[in-house]
């Protein structure tokens, strides 16, 4: 998206959230315009404002904190966040996902691809060169018989791991599509007594509410609370129309379009990922990391000039003994001044440029 579009709309949202603060679809354009244009600053400030002043959970809004702060390499604060994310929702998938960067082996990768939607599956297999499918039994198939073996298969692996509540997610669902529904709601109790805003384990009792009992105020209640947790869940499959207000069904076609097309979670990650480890953030380079930078790259010129002068290299030894390289030190200071005004550094550009008058007998 240019550069122009993104500021217009970041500003446009800004207006619609300073009128309406607490609705969920404003304030989450606007997050996902500020992630896309890399502000990062800016949507941390967004999602501590919105979750201090909504008193809600919403599952969306913390993953663009958990963006925010890695993105901003807050890894402290990152990790923190992370961990609330999977207490509310243990397969939230952009939390998963952006714990891949940081922790990148195949597994890891395997078990974000599991939980992602199918349009976000294509986008990570177009991305990136990998073999992945699904992590084995995180995924019920449509149709399964009492007779084969992944029902058999799932209650052996809860037995072995009976806290694994994404294991027990998926035995309740493989009850559910058996009709063992007792099994189901016994399997669904424990995991929602632990992670109530559990996004797939809410989407089985719902199917289960009207499909079996034909409860469907009990249903639609459960989809609305899945709409508040993450208006653009893939577990909503249509039922978000129930919730929107008529003048924000153009915000929520504008939002699912933008994740479909540039998903600002996708497009972080498929930059920063790597089996190799955790890509750096070229885009958070500190002042210090550029100065070191740009003196390496002096220290190499003076060195290449004076390699065969002994008495000037006997003088840059004393210099850097005594101190680190600074800005002054530059050679060639009126090219960097140039350089920190075409970056529009002003005070740095005028420093350079003051620096050389001083080396220079005028």
Known sequence: MKEHILFEKIENYREEVNKRPLEILPNILLMTYLALAKKYDDLLLQTERFLMENMQTNTLVEDFSLLGNIALSKLTAADIIQKNILMQDPEDPYAHLLKTIQSPTKENLQISYTMLGENDKRIIRDAISQDLEDYKYYRIPTIIGRNDNV????????????TNVILRT????????????????????????????????????QRILTNHYGKEDESLNISKKIYKLNPISQYLKGMEVMFIEENEIFMHSELKDLFERENPFLKYFTEHFSLEGPKSNTEQTSVKDEQQLINAQVDKTKTLENKNNPKIQEEEYQVHSESETTLEESKDLIDLGYKNLYKENYKKAIEAFLEELKNEKY
């Open 151 to 162: 029902l058999k298969e799932l209650q052996q692996m809860v037995k072995k791991e009976p």
């Open 170 to 205: 998926s035995l309740a669902e493989a009850y559910a599509k058996l009709d063992m529904v007792k099994e189901a709601e016994k399997e669904l109790s424990f995991v929602l007594s632990l992670h109530p805003h559990y996004i797939r384990a809410l989407h089985i009792r």
